[in-house]
């Protein structure tokens, strides 16, 4: 990727506010990258180590600690219940509360394609901004670099994030036993659905919205309430089908989950066979699955459904010892099959 | 969600299944021509369902599985050309030719694009007209009056830079050459519930009455296949070998006058080479004398045949209805839905990825 124009500030005759597009004057680390800097990221971002405008942030953390990182890059940049911004803090917000963290800061990684109109960064800018104080972590540091037109899609994002570890025990795929209760923070399908929608324009009415949301707020409650969370995975690519069957893998056990108890909201529902997609396979945002022991499980479902972004939990199947990896899935009429992950990209069926 | 929930529900289901176990005294075997419903077959359990005695048997009726390997790299060649966009359906994108598929060839710099509805293609070529637009015309009787429209609009517009690839098939032929066969075993059939939505119920009528078998034209849910099984078993046991129609809130008689029209205006009956099937007469649709310019192999270069499938691969006889997908020695093992050697493992309609999503674990087959 071209790192900027690496000219300076004489190649830009023009001052900032004569342009309402990102120029590659606008990656050239001058006079120029500060004028946009000022006028958009720090001023929406407004965190006052941001302010320092220091070549990194100081934060004071103790305890053991989570480190994530994530690449946005979806298109469209908006779409029904988000945009790429609140995308990439949610994701990786999200990310930090499936290790049973509570999100701290990120940094903010910004590769803008020349062209970009300064209103879609802004705008973007404050959706990040205002995901992240619902989401309550701040924006601490960050970078942005200008590319040619025809060498990014608009706007990528990176974030990073660190949280503080909140669980007593450590929380993943290895800690999942047999009996363990399987429980769905919510209905499934709906960012996927409504990217994709978005994207080529399908005119679905209502639109369906996005999930695209926070999670930490129900983790770190049920962390809180003491309850012994085996193993937590948020739901995005790849859909619930893929998260359960790495959990599957990587623990070595079998998974057994009813398809009638899986909530699917009747549009999403009605858009994957239009699609000929299965909405185990699509992607979500705001949703996750948690194993807790079963005698933990009531207590675990009553605390989720405590919460609007998981208010819809629902206990969906339970953890056998065997056979290693395999995910089965007892379907409408009552019958086994075996879920799968997607062998490459998701293509809608010819008829 | 109405029209779909009733159709799914568990009771009624399992009330079908009884009354086929009863109403079946022996042994029958029933082909399902459509992989949509292959798919939800298998998805949904319903051969599961079904008394020991009632065989399914998995027909040609997936778009993507019976594309000939040369159509593919015909495809491939023409994405791979300079200020060429080629247009197609998802599914199309991972069928392997003789040398990769067409996202391999996306990946090597060829503009392929996925298109929800062939129309899509002729805007682009409206909105680019110093680049070829080819879309990839393929599947059965329900989406050629959609491909047909993307020519007639083309022509009308006056699209110089737009032309489509077609590899274009028909469903009774192929259950003709199914039941010719010398060693066919086939008893009655489900006939594809949307090919008959365009097409109607007559054709299939000469059919039932020269080979003895009756057909029943079936929809896709679990409650439609079932029905679909039971309307058949209940014509074996008592002898007729009529075209009976389960699907009648979606297929009329005679079908759909406007679609059938446009494909008429637009299509000529030719003969086809079927995957797995070999050539077969009458069987295809290619572009009509008025619309040769917009042929893609008129502009590029006719497609070639030549045979290369991997030796090791059974698809043809899975197309065929002489084997199934477990009987393969590759299946699971060397063929997989991300490294399939033959089209029934490439697409969801396709016989073997069916079985490899839905069952691998019931057939003992280690996971990859």
Not at chain 2, 143 to 151: D, F
Not at chain 2, 226 to 238: A, D, N
Request: proline share 6%.
């Amino acid at each position: 990727m071209t790192e900027g124009n690496g000219s300076g500030d004489l190649s830009c005759p023009l001052p900032v506010d004569a342009t309402d597009t990102v120029q590659l004057a606008h990656g050239g680390g001058g006079r120029k990258m500060t004028q946009l800097l000022e006028s958009i990221v720090l001023a929406t971002f407004d965190d006052p180590e941001l302010n320092r405008r220091h070549d990194g942030a100081v934060v004071d953390l103790d305890g053991p600690l989570a480190f994530t990182t994530d690449s946005y890059v979806v298109r469209p940049l908006f779409f029904p219940g988000g945009d790429i911004g609140s995308l990439a803090v949610n994701g990786t917000v999200n990310d930090l509360a499936m290790c049973g963290a509570l999100p701290i800061c990120l940094s903010v990684g910004l590769i803008l394609e020349e062209g970009l109109p300064l209103e879609t960064l802004r705008r973007v800018a404050v959706s990040m901004r205002d995901a992240a104080a619902k989401a309550g972590v701040r924006l601490v540091t960050g970078d942005t670099k200008v590319v040619d037109r025809g060498k990014a899609d608009g706007l990528f994002v990176n974030t990073s994030g660190i949280g503080r570890i909140v669980a007593a025990a450590r929380i993943g795929p290895e800690a999942v036993r047999a009996g363990d209760a399987i429980i769905l923070s919510g209905d499934i399908g709906r960012h996927g659905t409504a990217v994709m929608a978005a994207r080529e324009a399908f005119g679905f009415e209502p639109a369906i919205e996005s999930d695209c949301a926070p999670v930490h707020g129900p983790v770190s409650a049920m962390i809180e309430a003491g309850i012994e969370i085996r193993c937590l995975r948020d739901l995005t690519r790849g859909g619930l089908a893929s998260a359960l069957v790495e959990i599957a893998e990587t623990a070595k056990r079998g998974l057994a989950i009813d398809e009638t108890l899986v909530p699917v909201d009747a549009p999403v529902s009605a858009a994957c066979d239009l699609l000929g997609l299965d909405p185990l396979h699509v992607a979500n945002e705001g949703r996750f699955v948690a194993f807790v022991p079963p005698q933990d499980a009531s207590r675990a479902l009553a605390l989720m459904r405590s919460f609007g972004v998981s208010r819809d939990a629902a206990v969906i199947g339970q953890v056998l010892d065997g056979p290693p990896g395999e995910v089965r899935c007892r379907g409408q009429l009552g019958i086994d099959r075996i879920v799968d992950m997607l062998s490459g990209e998701q293509l809608p069926r010819i008829c | 969600m109405r029209f779909r929930d009733e159709y799914r529900d568990a009771d009624t289901a399992r009330k079908l299944a009884d009354t086929i176990a009863r109403t079946a005294t022996r042994p029958w075997t029933i082909m399902e021509v459509c992989g949509g419903q292959t798919h939800a077959i298998l998805r949904f359990g319903i051969d599961q369902m079904l008394p020991d005695g009632i065989e399914l048997i998995h027909g040609p009726g997936c778009p993507v599985c019976v594309t000939p390997v040369d159509f593919v790299d015909k495809a491939i060649e023409i994405a791979e050309l300079p200020a060429v966009t080629l247009c197609s359906f998802g599914d199309m994108l991972r069928v392997p030719g003789s040398r990769g598929d067409l996202l391999r060839a996306k990946s090597r710099g060829a503009d392929v694009r996925v298109v929800y509805s062939p129309l899509d293609a002729v805007d682009l070529a409206a909105a680019y007209p110093d680049r070829e637009i080819v879309f990839f015309a393929v599947g059965f009787e329900t989406t050629a009056p959609a491909n047909a429209m993307a020519a007639y609009r083309a022509r009308r517009a006056g699209l110089a830079n737009f032309s489509m690839l077609t590899s274009h098939v028909l469903v009774p032929p192929a259950m003709r050459a199914v039941l010719e066969a010398p060693d066919g075993r086939i008893d009655g059939f489900l006939a594809a519930g949307h090919v008959c939505t365009v097409m109607g119920t007559r054709e299939y009528e000469p059919i039932a009455h020269a080979f003895g078998v009756p057909i029943v034209v079936t929809g896709f849910e679990p409650v439609d296949i079932l029905e679909g099984i039971y309307l058949c078993v209940r014509q074996l046991e008592s002898g007729r070998n009529v075209v009976e129609n389960q699907y009648a809130r979606a297929v009329r008689t005679d079908g759909n006058g406007t679609a059938r029209a446009i494909m008429g205006e637009v299509f000529r009956v030719v003969t086809r080479n079927w995957r797995g099937l070999g050539d077969i007469a009458d069987s295809g649709l290619a572009l009509a004398g008025a619309y040769a310019a917009f042929d893609a192999e008129n502009r590029f270069g006719a497609v070639v045949s030549k045979d290369a499938i991997d030796a090791a691969c059974i698809s043809g006889a899975i197309l065929r209805g002489e084997s199934r997908p477990t009987e393969c020695p590759a299946f699971g093992t060397r063929c997989t839905p991300d490294q399939p050697l033959g089209v029934t493992m490439v697409s969801s309609e396709g016989a073997c990825a069916a079985y490899h999503r839905y069952r691998r674990a019931d057939l003992g087959t280690p996971r990859q």
